[in-house]
């Protein structure tokens, strides 16, 4: 299933569903789209005119195999941002349901407010932003902090927790 957002909005999206998983959280394109929505509005300056964007909604099993043929890590991973060389397509967001379920159950978070993290995450990559030193995932915890603060969901950075993977990830 794929639909396409209002022509008005700051970043036009696509969505696809690739997995009968994702049934289990209804909302997800909503959450997908207002997470978007926020997130482009954060950073408007680093959005470009007429900006696109394709979000697909996938299982562990996808995001395993695109993890090992594009990142050479054989393993799922919660979220997958596929940069686009030019044009008004930023790129390609990937996320995994059955790794967005237990990350939410091992913090404590809703399903639907991990969903925003992950979108927003994505997202960022996609518009510049990184984590590969303390120094980006600072900036970039705080942008998404601010976001997640803007739709009141609280700060997943506070225990110190930052994106899994991350040469400075902390516990």
Do not use: C
Request: a negative charge.
């Amino acid at each position: 299933m794929s639909e396409r957002q209002d022509e008005d909005e700051a970043i036009q999206t696509d969505i696809a569903v690739l997995s009968d998983l994702w049934d289990g959280l209804a909302e997800a394109e909503d959450v997908v789209r207002t997470a978007v929505r926020a997130a482009a509005a954060h950073v408007a300056g680093r959005v470009p005119a007429d900006a696109e964007l394709s979000i697909a909604l996938a299982d562990d099993a996808t995001v395993r195999n695109l993890n090992r043929d594009y990142r050479a890590k054989d393993k799922p991973t919660n979220v997958l941002s596929f940069p686009a060389p030019h044009g008004p397509l930023l790129g390609d967001v990937v996320i995994a349901y059955e790794t967005l379920q237990r990350e939410a159950v091992e913090e404590g978070v809703a399903p639907r407010d991990h969903l925003v993290l992950l979108t927003v995450h994505g997202l960022l990559h996609l518009l510049g932003y990184d984590h590969l030193t303390e120094p980006e995932a600072l900036e970039m915890e705080a942008i998404e902090t601010a976001i997640l603060a803007g739709l009141g969901i609280k700060d997943p950075h506070a225990a110190g927790r930052m994106m899994p993977e991350g040469p400075d990830a902390r516990p």
